[in-house]
């Protein structure tokens, strides 16, 4: 029977120190849990702390409005297709976009670039019934003139005269590169639309609806005029040399007229005295030619002007009341109290650990 017993196989656990493991560690989640929940009022003191800091962040917080204005940009031309070939036979190409500087979406680079926005600071808004500045009103909703007080000369800058100055172009640099980063956006919501957002924000309402309209005009107005330079240029070459020949034309056919009236009494057989009238009989004939290449050129011009001027389609544009950016109280409360509960939890458990740690 002793024998039976000692043969008998032993069985060992192989995984004794993994279950004790997994015990201690559920006996001190049930340690750390105790010690939170003898800390209760702490949380809720603190948790309520983060709440009322929300709400006053909340109140102190300006409301910021947002303009929104939206355009789809055609540069496809029309269908002008039909005239290429003709074009082409007197050097008029109306094959292919003329794509130039600003193609694509280079026109979004074109909306962030520093002379762009510029531009609008230095053009006169319309604010409360007066004219002024962007670039005053910008500094006036900014209370930048009391931040400038230990400097006399920032205090009293004054951008109506177009002088240029080291101050002035400080001063200049500064406000765009603020409203470049912080209140001015434009971009493509969707790509497939092809729709361009131009979204720009301020404390004071009028200022950022009418900043947005005054940067979409200087903005679209140059792309415009950057796109047809070339095709103005030449109608207007061909225009005024139509007008150069067609006074020439005039004047030689009142002289052909003013000859014949002379000679209406001439001796037939002496052919010599008709020269001067069959002369300008000929140069009436090539400038009537002239005048014919001139008119044909002059309208395919045109018809190259048209297809290179693209076409800006306003699709929505800001009104008033614009949208409103504020933080509510109560989200801020709600915001603000959980990271106070976050944080709180996260410095007592810490504590209690080290504490342990220290004590061991």
């Not at 500045?133 to 009293?156: A, G, S, V």
């Not at 103005?232 to 030689?252: C, E, K, V, Y």
């Not at 933080?327 to 106070?340: P, T």
């Amino acid at each position: 029977m002793a024998e039976e017993n000692f043969n008998k196989p032993v069985y060992i656990d192989p995984y004794p120190s993994q279950e004790l493991s997994l015990k201690k560690g559920l006996l001190r989640i049930a340690e750390l849990h105790r010690h939170l929940l003898s800390k209760w009022l702490t949380i809720i003191l603190f948790t309520l702390l983060g709440g009322v800091l929300g709400i006053c962040y909340s109140f102190s917080k300006q409301t910021i409005y947002v303009a929104r204005c939206r355009f789809i940009l055609d540069e496809s031309g029309g269908n002008y297709g039909q005239y290429a070939g003709i074009a082409s036979m007197i050097g008029i190409d109306l094959g292919g976009n003329s794509g130039g500087l600003f193609q694509g979406d280079n026109i979004l680079e074109l909306y962030r670039s520093r002379p762009m926005l510029l531009k609008t600071l230095l053009t006169t808004g319309i604010f409360s019934g007066t004219k002024e500045l962007f670039i005053d009103r910008y500094i006036e909703i900014n209370d930048l003139r009391n931040k400038w007080k230990e400097n006399k000369t920032l205090q009293h800058i004054s951008f109506k005269d177009t002088s240029r100055t080291r101050e002035k172009d400080s001063v200049l640099t500064q406000i765009v590169g603020e409203i470049d980063r912080k209140y001015f956006s434009v971009g493509r919501p969707d790509r497939k639309t092809g729709i361009i957002a131009v979204e720009m924000k301020s404390k004071d309402e009028v200022f950022a609806k009418t900043f947005c309209d005054q940067i979409v005009k200087n903005v679209n107005d140059f792309y415009i005029a950057s796109k047809t330079t070339k095709s103005l240029q030449t109608l207007t070459t061909l225009q005024h040399q139509a007008d150069s020949i067609r006074r020439g034309f005039n004047s030689t056919i009142a002289r052909i007229a003013s000859n014949t009236d002379a000679n209406v009494n001439i001796n037939l057989s002496r052919q010599v005295l008709r020269v001067p009238s069959q002369l300008k009989q000929v140069d009436a004939e090539t400038s009537r030619g002239i005048m014919a290449d001139l008119v044909k050129n002059i309208e395919l011009t045109k018809i190259s002007l048209k297809r290179e001027t693209p076409l800006i389609q306003l699709v929505d544009w800001p009104v008033y009341p614009l949208e409103r950016l504020e933080l509510s109280w109560y989200k801020a409360f709600i915001e603000v109290a959980m990271l106070f509960l976050f944080l709180t939890i996260s410095f007592l458990l810490g504590r209690k650990i080290l504490k342990d740690i220290l004590a061991s």
